[in-house]
């Protein structure tokens, strides 16, 4: 798991790689971590007047600069730096960059674009490298995973005609809620991953009670199914096959199911529920 190494304050770990306070790679310097990353403004400014009319605010990808100074035994140097350079190949997919500043970790999924390791290390065994990755999405999340499930919304028991009285009316007892709650403790809005499986369901939704907002599927779920809808990634999938062409008319851009600081009530409903249905739904705080 990302993360997974960090016991101290000024760490950082990328892949299996553990840099910072404890290590031989020291952090001496630290740029776009903490910093707000680039924003773009739709502001339009006012024809006959002073300023604009204030727009959206979308914030564009996120630098990370390190610079590291590795610090060890001449002979153990060349290993050294072969752990640094294998830990900052540059790929097509994203990996975690985790880091651990005031008892808090954080992580973020980046690419290394960059990486200066002068020659001159080979013979003291300490040289100053710099190390810079970029963030496709800006947003910082915690280490540790949150998950939430719920069945179908659970009736109460009812009464069976015809009847005999004295009648003795059924209590019920407490069923599924159908209602998820997404608590993001962090700053920023959070994209999470909702997984509905084992059917039959029929017609399908997931509802933010929040602002009435639905995902809603023309489709009946066997109980083999599964859809995965990814908010970051703006996919719906149903047992791995593209899937966004079963969303209905009314329902809300998947991007658009981001989860804001606090908690976020996620409720499943469908037309025709069987109780051994379930709605998942994993997230992790987000900070910018």
Do not use: H
């Not at 790679?25 to 204030?54: H, I, K, Q």
């Not at 989860?259 to 109780?275: C, K, N």
């Amino acid at each position: 798991m990302s993360g997974e190494l960090l016991t101290a304050d000024g760490q950082l770990q990328i892949g299996t790689l553990l840099m910072g306070t404890g290590t031989i790679y020291r952090v001496s310097a630290l740029t776009g971590w903490d910093d707000l990353p680039p924003l773009d403004l739709a502001d339009v400014p006012r024809p006959s007047a002073a300023g604009a009319y204030p727009g959206t605010i979308y914030a564009a990808e996120r630098a990370i600069t390190a610079d590291i100074t590795i610090v060890t035994d001449p002979a153990f140097y060349p290993a050294a730096v072969a752990l640094l350079r294998a830990a900052t190949v540059p790929a097509a997919a994203e990996a975690a960059l985790a880091m651990q500043w005031g008892a808090q970790k954080l992580q973020a999924g980046v690419r290394c674009v960059g990486r200066v390791i002068p020659p001159d290390g080979y013979a003291l065994g300490v040289a100053r490298a710099s190390l810079r990755w970029i963030a496709s999405d800006p947003r910082r999340y915690t280490v540790a995973q949150s998950t939430a499930q719920t069945a179908p919304p659970a009736t109460g028991a009812g009464i069976t005609y015809p009847v005999t009285y004295p009648v003795t009316w059924p209590t019920g007892g407490a069923g599924a809620t159908g209602t998820v709650s997404i608590v993001n403790a962090g700053d920023t809005d959070t994209p999470p991953v909702i997984t509905i499986g084992s059917g039959p369901l029929t017609t399908p939704a997931v509802y933010r009670q929040d602002t009435g907002d639905v995902l809603e599927l023309n489709t009946t779920l066997a109980a083999s199914d599964t859809v995965v809808i990814d908010v970051l990634a703006d996919t719906v999938t149903l047992n791995g096959a593209p899937a966004k062409n079963l969303l209905t008319d009314r329902s809300a851009p998947v991007s658009s199911f981001l989860m804001p600081p606090g908690t976020t009530g996620l409720a499943l409903r469908a037309a025709v529920t069987d109780p051994s249905a379930l709605m998942t739904a994993t997230w992790r705080s987000a900070y910018l």
